[in-house]
């Protein structure tokens, strides 16, 4: 899904993960969890920004194997929410630090599960990113990019229009705008259950 979309999905994960702590700490596991929700899109922010200022419709020019799309692949790698995980669960970190460690690493899970679900258009196939990095060898007959499994076995919704280079880009579509309402309904629930504890 759209970034902003994540960021509203990491704020009511963030919320129950800190129930349990006072005020301050609140802030600080909520933050967390959002900054680790927009760790895997910095490259895609990264990638449009360019795009922009050099004057070319945004992803104009994505391509598998370059630089932008490699960048994109480990940052939506499993990876960037198991190491820290471990790092919860098997280093001595102070109580302040584990939340931290355990709110950024929940908010890129979030990411990394929500993108799961929600990239399997065939469209999209060639510039999406495994979802496996580095597992994911891009040649043909090996373990296909998970949003395409979940899509094709499972469950999975494609997010995007099908969009042709140079259109607007900033069309949600109605389950998206749904979701982000429901996590802010979830976000104020979760809130007043923290304050009247
Ligand atoms: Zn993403």
Redo the contacts with the bound molecule.
């Keep these: 899904?759209k970034?902003q979309t994540?960021v509203i999905t990491a704020v009511p994960i963030g919320l129950a993960l800190s129930y349990s702590y006072s005020l301050p700490m609140t802030g600080t596991i909520v933050a967390a969890t959002i900054v680790g929700a927009v760790i895997?899109?910095i490259p895609?922010v990264a990638q449009y920004l360019t795009d922009i200022v050099k004057h070319r419709p945004p992803f104009s020019t994505e391509k598998e194997g370059t630089v932008w799309f490699i960048t994109?692949d480990i940052?939506?790698s499993p990876l960037l929410w198991i190491l820290p995980l471990l790092v919860y669960f098997f280093f001595p970190l102070n109580a302040e630090v584990a939340l931290i460690v355990a709110g950024t690493a929940c908010g890129i899970f979030s990411?990394?599960l929500?993108?799961a679900f929600t990239?399997c258009g065939e469209e999209f196939k060639n510039t999406d990113?495994s979802l496996l990095w580095p597992f994911h060898s891009g040649k043909p007959g090996q373990i296909p990019k998970l949003g395409y499994l979940f899509g094709k076995y499972f469950v999975g919704w494609e997010y995007r229009y099908n969009y042709k280079i140079g259109e607007d880009l900033s069309n949600t579509k109605p389950f998206e705008k749904i979701w982000q309402a429901t996590m802010l309904a979830l976000s104020i629930i979760l809130f007043l259950i923290y304050l009247y504890k």
Excluded: F, L
Aim: proline content about 7%; charged content about 20%; aromatic content about 6%.
């Design positions: 899904m970034t994540h895997p899109d895609t994109k940052s939506h990411h990394w929500i993108d990239h990113q």
